[in-house]
């Protein structure tokens, strides 16, 4: 299961808990086709039925079913940039078998 980093709660929860946004809302990711490795990160309200929902710390993601299946060997981090643009990136968990990039080996 996608796994979020502190940096990925902070900036999940800082983007979700803005004045006005209802109590329970989170980041959505998904794709659109499982053959093609974009993702769509969006802000909702809620989760969509029969997205899967991760929750650490009171961030929210809720994950499209093959954006589930994609990431779920992932670690997901976040950041912000000077200008106050956010930045998402993807890593393999641990014992994945594709630690640092690296193909698994037989």
Do not use: W, Y
């Not at 060997?73 to 078998?97: C, N, S, W």
Request: charged share 25%.
């Amino acid at each position: 299961m996608l796994t979020l980093t502190e940096n990925a709660t902070l900036v999940i929860k800082s983007i979700t808990g803005v004045e006005g946004a209802p109590e329970g809302a989170g980041v959505r990711i998904s794709q659109e086709n499982p053959a093609d490795p974009a993702l769509a990160v969006t802000t909702t309200e809620s989760p969509l039925p029969g997205d899967q929902v991760v929750e650490e710390s009171g961030a929210r993601v809720f994950l499209e079913e093959n954006a589930a299946n994609a990431l779920d060997d992932k670690i997901l981090d976040a950041a912000v940039d000077d200008k106050g643009g956010v930045e998402f990136l993807l890593v393999p968990q641990p014992g994945a078998g594709r630690e640092n990039g690296a193909a698994p080996t037989a």
